[in-house]
């Protein structure tokens, strides 16, 4: 069932308490020194503003899982008032999502997972977990964020036209929402990918620009 279109704030969304962050961070320390090596897997910004330096990347391939405008944004990109849509993967049968993975080098594993802490676990819209990725090489299980449905924070099933309004209004703390995508998109294609409902949103935005 589609989520409500329109949701009104009255203010930001709570933080992930602190407690649950740093759980959650010492269980991903823990699995880490058991894999024995860390890869990222990249599906927004991560693609084009990447909070780590990789020693490896590789085009990489989700399955079951789908890159959605699916997160409302009222501090980064959007604000209470004027919200934008954020990127998140929404687990769906038959789906497959297009990124990149990056390979973390042990130096710099602590560091990264703070700073990936500090950009994705601002509130607790995204879940971090171990999926397994394919790439040219082989597959590789990648550290990835992935949406909560249930959260408050999900904006659910929006179509094209309703999506391109929220992001055409909404500028946060890291600029607006429309960059943010527009970034996102210029990406993929950069990379050979096709990602339809991203490309129909952009395609809409830059007609309107």
């Known amino acids: 069932m589609a989520r409500p279109l329109v949701r009104r704030f009255e203010g930001i969304f709570p933080r992930l308490h602190r407690r649950a962050a740093q759980l959650a961070m010492l269980r991903a320390r823990y699995q880490l020194e058991q ?3 860390l890869w990222v897997f ?3 910004s991560l693609l084009w503003r990447p909070c780590y330096r990789a020693v490896e990347v590789w085009p990489a391939t989700l399955s079951a899982y789908a890159r959605r405008l699916c997160v409302w944004t009222v501090e980064a990109r959007g604000t209470p008032a004027h919200p934008g849509l954020g990127l998140g993967l929404e687990a769906r049968l038959g789906a ?3 990124g990149a993975v990056h390979r973390i080098p042990r130096a710099q594993w602590k560091q990264a997972l ?4 500090a950009r994705e676990l601002w509130t607790a819209i995204y879940v971090p977990r171990w999926l397994r990725v394919t790439t040219p090489a082989g597959p590789v299980s990648a550290l990835t964020f992935v949406v909560d449905t249930a959260n408050s924070q999900y904006a659910g099933e929006l179509n094209e036209a309703d999506a391109v309004a929220y992001i055409r209004q909404a500028h946060g703390q890291l600029g607006s929402c429309t960059d943010y995508v527009m970034a996102t998109d210029r990406a993929l294609r950069q990379a050979g990918f096709n990602d339809s ?3 129909a949103v952009a395609t809409k935005l830059r007609v309107i620009d």
């Open 35 to 37: 894999r024995g090596e």
């Open 42 to 44: 990249a599906y927004g």
């Open 96 to 98: 497959r999502c297009r």
């Open 114 to 117: 703070r700073a990936l802490w």
């Open 197 to 199: 409902h991203l490309r």
